[in-house]
């Protein structure tokens, strides 16, 4: 594919241009024209760079300054799991950007998983969640970690709501959110949902630079930006506002080794599924290490080595793995370039206590 920015010649007005043509079906948000979401009762203002009309928001789940602020409670509460010791923040830590830093979690009786935790920053703009894109919505994805045996070990969604009912401070606080003190497994899901929709991140050096500040980005940054959306290809899936075509690819991680772990294929059954696995936002990425599906790259540097070879070859490698000969400086810069798309999270933080 033909740079789209020169490889020799990257100014920071022919890159920004270049970056705009990119990423036009989502557009540059600055400032002035502060990008509003709205469901419910509940209205957020966008941080700089993130675009309200890629919000999806399902009409069976209205948000509210309530249901939020229950969802936030249960996604710290390891009452949510079999023995006690296992939250949603243990695998999605606020610290590490919503990851925890391992290549895979443990969870009760530290048993391990098979993939590693992607954060949950921005996935507002997400329909299908997991790596293999299996869960319809983030209320349908609340069931999985709940009830697998290696994370959370619920046996049942009725126990998890009687776990739920047993604790004396959450009742006050369902009706606050849904009207009445019922607590059933579906408004634990919806309500947890509502929480990790307004878990978004933007306002990064690379939103700023977009947004009109020519300082924002270092020269290598620049640079790399100009590898990103050139020679390096990234663009190909990480597109738009959010970095993320959101589809699936196999991508040669692990040798492929799809006879290991099927990726998309377990949901679609078709053949060249196989080992494919959803490409990730890069918002944060300098601080969700490891990489891939089964964190087997250690650095964002690990990452662009491995594109740079092409992957790994097996049967059924995505046609955008192509080796891409980039040299040492490029490398450094592309690292750099990644390094600006971190920028603070909105409503990370942990609350001061749980119900009791």
């Known amino acids: 594919m033909e740079s789209v920015v020169d490889r020799h010649l990257v100014s920071p007005t022919r890159v920004a241009a270049a970056a705009l043509a990119i990423i036009a079906a989502t557009p540059v948000i600055a400032t002035e024209t502060p990008q509003v979401v709205r469901s419910g009762t509940w209205t957020m203002i966008l941080p700089l760079g993130l675009s309200a009309d890629a919000a999806y928001l399902p009409d069976g789940n209205p948000l509210s300054a309530e249901k939020i602020a229950l969802g936030r409670l249960l996604y710290f509460d390891s009452r949510l799991s079999k023995d006690g010791t296992v939250s949603c923040a243990t695998c999605h830590v606020p610290a590490r950007a919503f990851t925890d830093g391992r290549r895979v979690s443990p969870g009760v009786g530290q048993q391990l998983g098979a993939r590693n935790s992607p954060t949950i920053v921005n996935r507002l703009f997400s329909k299908e969640q997991f790596w293999d894109g299996r869960a319809a919505d983030l209320e349908d994805q609340v069931h999985g970690p709940l009830m697998n045996p290696l994370e959370m070990g619920m046996p049942s969604d009725a126990e998890v709501a009687a776990r739920m009912r047993a604790i004396t401070g959450y009742p006050p606080l369902f009706r606050r959110a849904f009207g009445d003190e019922r607590i059933e497994f579906r408004r634990i899901a919806e309500a947890l949902a509502a929480y990790e929709r307004t878990v978004v991140s933007g306002d990064s050096p690379y939103d700023r630079y977009l947004a009109g500040d020519a300082t924002a980005l270092s020269d290598g940054q620049q640079r790399g930006l100009g590898v990103f959306l050139g020679r390096g ?7 738009g506002f959010n970095f993320t075509d959101e589809s699936y690819r ?13 990726g998309r294929y377990v949901v679609t059954k078709r053949d060249e599924d196989r080992g494919a696995f959803k490409t990730p936002t890069l918002r944060n990425v300098a601080r969700t290490a490891p990489y891939m599906h089964d964190g087997s790259e250690a650095t964002l540097l690990d990452v662009v080595e491995f594109y740079d070879r092409g992957g790994n070859a097996n049967a059924w490698l995505s046609k955008d793995m192509q080796p891409l000969s980039l040299s040492a400086q490029e490398k450094r810069d592309l690292v750099a370039f990644m390094e600006a798309l971190s920028g603070p999270i909105v409503n990370g933080e942990a609350p001061a206590e749980l119900p009791k």
């Open 250 to 262: 196999n991508l040669g991680v692990g040798a492929g080794q799809p006879e290991t772990d099927l």
């Open 233 to 239: 290809r990234c663009s190909t899936c990480h597109v």
